[in-house]
């Protein structure tokens, strides 16, 4: 089955970095684009950067534009959030998501907590 796995969260000060890392499996990972959301305490869930099957076209929300890459290795079916700059606002748990066929999955989450 669909199978999405996070990881790489933690706690960090800020303008410090981390790298989040989503591994896929049970689906052809190179047909389809995959997604990072977040969710921070008492918000709503919201994207924070997508990536093509192929890679080649990435978008990010304007609040982590300039500081989050997002990046895809098909050979290793995995697909990273690197995150530069990193604010207080930033804290959240992070998740990625696909959508194959009309049905959307999501992996557990990862927590990335910002504080000095």
């Known amino acids: 089955q669909v199978q999405l796995v996070e990881s790489g969260g933690g706690l960090v000060q800020p303008g410090g970095s981390l790298r989040l890392s989503c591994a896929a499996s049970?689906?052809?990972?190179?047909?389809?684009?995959v997604s990072w959301y977040r969710q921070a305490p008492g918000k709503e869930r919201e994207l924070v950067a997508v990536?093509?099957?192929?890679?080649?076209?990435?978008n990010y929300a304007d609040s982590v534009k300039g500081r989050f890459t997002i990046s895809r290795d098909n050979a290793k079916n995995t697909v990273y959030l690197q995150m530069n700059s990193l604010k207080f606002e930033d804290t959240a748990v992070y998740y990625c998501?696909?959508?194959?066929?009309?049905?959307?999955?999501w992996g557990q989450g990862t927590q990335v907590t910002v504080s000095s």
């Open positions: 998501r696909t959508q194959i066929y009309g049905n959307v999955y």
């Open positions: 049970g689906f052809t990972f190179t047909n389809y684009a």
């Open positions: 990536i093509t099957s192929a890679g080649g076209s990435t």
